[in-house]
């Protein structure tokens, strides 16, 4: 049997329960046909690029399938009619990709690098204290960016020692 990679999109004010309850409805119609879903997951509420049908996000939600195609236009079908999926697609690939799809695993990846601020352990963000930069302090009156903890007495100091030096 063909395999496919089904992506559809639920309207963002439905719940994570009705999102669930539409992902079973439409998985029964997949093994009503003797075809299988070997994953589902959900993504959760995305922003969209551009709205449809007045709506700025909507819940995620991939399938994997090995089907009929019969099953899977039925499915698709289904989709069409019901209200809260705005979006839906379907793409017949070779072989599923194992393990979690690359959104999900981008998305675990952000999580961490949250938790140590951006960029990691490379010291650009969180707190001060790690050596981050918040932006905070552009607007005191020593200077801005990130020589912010210098005054312009000791810099203009250093510039005059290295115009000396280079006269000499």
């Known amino acids: 049997m063909p395999l496919y990679e089904h992506i559809f999109m639920v309207r963002q004010d439905a719940s994570t329960t009705q999102v669930e309850a539409l992902t079973a409805q439409f998985k029964a119609i997949i093994e009503e046909a003797g075809g299988k879903v070997h994953k589902t997951e959900a993504w959760g509420v995305r922003s969209l690029t551009y709205r449809i049908r007045k709506n700025r996000k909507a819940h995620y939600t991939l399938m994997n399938i090995e089907s009929l195609p ?99």
């Open 70 to 168: 019969a099953a899977v236009a039925e499915m698709e079908r289904q989709m069409s009619i019901n209200e809260d999926v705005i979006r839906f697609m379907t793409v017949r690939v070779e072989e599923h990709e194992e393990g979690p799809s690359a959104i999900l695993r981008a998305s675990s990846r952000r999580e961490r690098d949250d938790d140590r601020g951006f960029g990691g352990d490379r010291g650009f963000g969180g707190d001060r204290e790690r050596g981050g930069f918040k932006g905070g302090d552009r607007d005191r009156a020593g200077g801005g960016g990130f020589r912010g903890d210098r005054d312009r007495s000791e810099r203009s100091g250093v510039r005059a020692r290295v115009d000396e030096e280079a006269a000499s």
